[in-house]
């Protein structure tokens, strides 16, 4: 299988995109890799071509570049290529650490949505520190900043996909992010999408769920509208770096015994920090267009692009957008 | 001045309550209180009855009754009878610690909304782990399932006033928690409410917010629609006491070293959490009615009581429904 890559996306890019690739690579036999962007700067960290083409653009899209305009107007960038691959059929998956309104932007208007999926859903993969799994999914997590209820509905049904054949979890509970857990909590559009949600027998739906639980392992998939979704990622984001950084700072000014107990509390404080790193999982995943696409965080170093790059392969392996599209082209119209 | 009481109310209900009624009786000369609640069960725990009347009812709102009906229904109950008595000028301000449903109903059916208040905002005080002030204030925390683009604007007004007079703030800086940092960024709400902020000459509105950055002191005054605050205020909470908690079960099954450690570092780990616990700031407050009213969280100690009861001394002293009052009476409508 063939991934196209958009090289120059990212803080670190092209050095770390490449040292991820090359992981990746030596990793699976079966990967294929073509890598677009600026070929002697990418050369310039490759060690070794096999199995890896480039092809080369002086064009990119900056971070902060307008998307929709920029994958309108920078129609040689290494994004718009990359997916432009994607879309001819010359690779099966889509991978950038870069401006993610531009992924967006690129997966919707080239490769283009599942028929029958309205809106795809940003799909994140967060720890679950207590349950029977290690890790939940949850949807959307800024793709959309508005959603309706049928909006709502598709994303469960992706979600439920995604934990099923790439998570791997068997008859995956889905939970509705509200306001409290009774079933009429909430505004009309988490009241409504309560009830779909119940009605729907291919879904193994257990109720709402409060963000206050969210990381306890109640639920495989979390469906959320974008909107709550993006704000309650990076609040858990932003509280679990907060607190690290307060209790880091409480120690190194805390005198000799607080160092002291620092010191010998450092592989406990290392075992919370790889409970906390969702990275492993791999990337935020938008769920709904028609090949596998992941973004990695724009900060990712070499580690966090071949987890992306594993999680895409997991993805092509279970045929994850085709057994997607079958469903929805035999569902019944809502 | 004088604060109303809802005895009955919260998890350890009434002894906790009477306790906190009593520390704050102690430590504030110019405090009277008027207990509502079965008579014997208050007197058991009561030590010393100087300026605290009793007034007896048999009836209760329990924590899982619709909160609606229930003020509608239980006349009698000690909430019901605490509000009334707010309502018809013998007490100055309201406490519950019970049912915050039916504390918001009785607070807008018997005491009533500030005229030009359309929607009062459920208002919390958070920890700034840095940035010039050591906490912030944020509304609407879910007073409100939904908020249109007044019910925004009216809430930074009310946290604006709150921030000034009862945190003592000097032009508190009022930001939108939004879904990215630039202007156009979010649904209709959230792009019309900026516009909204910014042209309000009253308010020093310092642009989005991301739930990313909430803890960081950036703010003074955190304004988002009722949805969004729950999600996010309950997954501060959450993430804080789920980190907190892997942490210390990391340490103790971490062998001697770990428990060493932990040991070291009791006095580090204290100063966290204190700086965490935001409590010692008060209850949650609905800002917008006409008397000060503090719900206090279900599970509260008497320390956490007599917080709530501090700040709403600090509510009525500072005049705040008053001036709330006047000067939603000289704006101009929207």
Chains 1, 2 share one sequence.
Do not use: C, W
Request: proline share 3%; net charge positive; glycine share 10%.
């Amino acid at each position: 299988m063939k991934v196209a890559i958009d090289a120059m996306g990212g803080d670190y890019a092209p050095e770390k995109i490449v040292q991820g690739v090359e992981l990746a690579r030596d990793q699976y036999p079966d990967l294929r890799f073509i890598l677009f962007g600026k070929e002697s700067k990418i050369k310039a960290f490759l060690k070794n071509g096999e199995r890896i083409t480039i092809v080369h653009t002086d064009s990119e899209i900056a971070m902060g570049d307008e998307p929709v305009r920029a994958v309108r107007q920078k129609k040689t960038s290494s994004l718009v290529l990359a997916a432009q691959a994607v879309k001819d059929g010359k690779a099966d998956a889509l991978f950038s650490a870069g401006n993610t309104g531009a992924l967006l932007a690129a997966s919707l208007f080239i490769i283009g949505r599942i028929k029958g999926v309205d809106r795809p859903g940003m799909t994140t993969t967060l720890p679950a520190l207590a349950g029977p799994e290690d890790s939940f999914t949850m949807l959307d997590v800024g793709a959309n900043a508005e959603s309706k209820v049928k909006n709502m509905h598709q994303f469960a049904i992706l979600g439920n996909f995604y934990s099923a054949n790439v998570m791997g979890v068997t008859n995956p509970r889905i939970a509705l992010l509200n306001n409290g857990t009774e079933e009429d909590k909430g505004d009309p559009l988490h009241k409504e999408t309560y009830q779909i949600l119940s009605d729907d027998t291919h879904l193994n739906f257990v109720g709402n769920i409060e963000s206050r639980e969210l990381l306890n392992g109640k639920a495989d998939v979390v469906v959320t509208d974008g909107f709550t979704g993006n704000a309650v990622l990076k609040n858990t984001e932003g509280t679990a770096l907060s607190m690290l950084k307060l209790l880091k700072h409480t120690i190194l000014d805390s005198g000799v015994q607080g160092k002291l107990g620092g010191l010998l509390l450092k592989p406990a404080f290392k075992q919370v920090q790889n409970k906390m790193d969702y990275s492993k999982h791999g990337g935020a995943v938008l769920l709904g267009v028609k090949a596998p696409v992941v973004k990695a965080h724009g900060s990712s170093n070499e580690i966090q692009v071949y987890h992306a790059l594993r999680q895409l392969r997991s993805m092509v392996a279970a045929n994850l957008t085709k057994n997607l599209a079958d469903y929805f082209a035999t569902r019944p119209k809502e």
